[in-house]
């Protein structure tokens, strides 16, 4: 590990201080660079100052999106060590993007090797303070210089890393979510299964439109009958009814989200009944009118969960809850926080230990 051909910048930047810190502003010195080309595969690793890239205007990426990106983090502990969260179950993710979007896999054992050399070198970048992160965007795209559509001949993977605030600088807050009649996510046979590019650009205006009726996000019904939950804006949707945990299958249309996958397994620990089943926004806005609508949450890397204080559809609002965080959203926050920072035990062998180089 970590024997990439590495230059080392110059001129390494001053770190902004912990407190300071929002989301992907700030990037660290370096990034991990690796081409691929047709005949030859996957070529030319290396760790480079970090900078920008220099495209020919006709490159295929930047006008028909054929590119994929993932997001991981990376946390400090307070044993001072820095831990990665599932990042093989990320890479793997970052491959099942690539076959859908007709891109060149990696081997799962090069993205880690690319993660953990990364780190190492910027691993003083790494936030120390409380609920502060380090974020990972490993990104592949298409760079033929040639205007036709077609799966690109050539590539560029490309790593970034940037040290990232706490999301819940103010606590964790429940959000308003309108499930929206108007704009549909993805279909089944398209692309809802990938981290490409395109589905963030087709998210802009139902995310715009939402927050201009006063809400923060958008939760998506599936495409066909505009009855089925799908996902809420970036995260993977759950929903508890009764003695019962709901959350939509992974049937072609959402994302397979890590940490939905961390909840599950959570929950299914805890003895807890989790429902994987198509469920309509009918009943969810039932469940919330007659009271047994307990909980509802989204959840993602970014966040963790985020708890949904109001759902509103068709112009009537239920508040969830009281709009408070229910008990179930705050103990699988708890949970899986505790195990990001090494401060409960890792019973499932989540996290690893990546060291400085
Ligand atoms: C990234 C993402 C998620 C959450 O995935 P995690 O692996 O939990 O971060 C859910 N839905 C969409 C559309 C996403 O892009």
Redesign the pocket.
């Known amino acids: 590990m970590g024997d990439f051909p590495t230059t080392r910048t110059k001129t390494p930047k001053p770190k902004p201080a912990d407190e300071t810190l929002s989301f992907g502003k700030v990037l660290t010195d370096h990034m991990f660079l690796m081409d691929y080309d047709e005949g030859k595969g996957w070529h030319s690793p290396r760790i480079v100052p970090y900078g920008p890239l220099s495209l020919d205007p006709a490159t295929s990426v930047l006008h028909y999106g054929q590119a994929i990106f993932?997001?991981?983090k990376a946390f400090r502990g307070d044993d001072g060590k820095v831990r990665l969260f599932r990042p093989d179950?990320?890479a793997e993710?970052f491959n099942r993007s690539a076959g859908i979007m007709c891109m060149p896999e990696l081997p799962v054992d090069i993205i880690r090797q690319s993660f953990d050399a990364l780190i190492g070198v910027d691993h003083a970048w790494v936030p120390h303070m409380p609920g502060t992160s380090l974020y990972l965007r490993p990104t592949i795209i298409a760079t033929d210089v040639f205007l036709g559509v077609h799966p690109a001949h050539s590539y560029l993977y490309f790593l970034i890393l940037s040290p990232v605030g706490s999301y819940y600088s103010e606590g964790v807050k429940p959000v308003r979510i309108l499930a929206s009649d108007s704009h549909v996510?993805a279909v089944k046979g398209g692309t809802?299964e990938a981290?490409t590019a395109a589905?963030?650009a087709a998210?802009l205006a139902g995310q715009r439109d939402a927050a201009a009726a006063g809400y923060t996000q958008v939760l998506y019904l599936d495409g066909v009958h505009r009855r089925y939950l799908d996902?809420v804006?970036?995260?993977?949707i759950m929903v508890r009814i009764g003695d019962e945990v709901i959350t939509p299958p992974l049937a072609g249309t959402?994302?397979?989200?890590?940490?939905?996958?961390?909840a599950m397994t959570l929950m299914q620990d805890w003895g807890l009944r989790i429902s994987e089943r198509p469920i309509t926004i009918d009943e969810v806005m039932q469940a919330g009118r007659d009271g047994t609508l307990r909980e509802m949450w989204g959840?993602?890397?970014?966040a963790v969960v985020s708890p949904v204080g109001t759902l509103g559809y068709k112009g009537e609002d239920v508040t969830i809850n009281g709009g408070e965080t229910g008990e179930l959203t705050r103990k699988l926050y708890d949970s899986i926080v505790g195990i990001q920072y090494g401060r409960t035990n890792d019973a499932h062998g989540w996290t690893s230990v990546v060291e400085p180089v």
């Open positions: 993932d997001g991981l179950r990320h993710r996510r809802g981290k589905n963030y998210s996902e804006g970036t995260m993977n959402i994302l397979d989200g890590v940490t939905r996958n961390s959840t993602g890397t970014a």
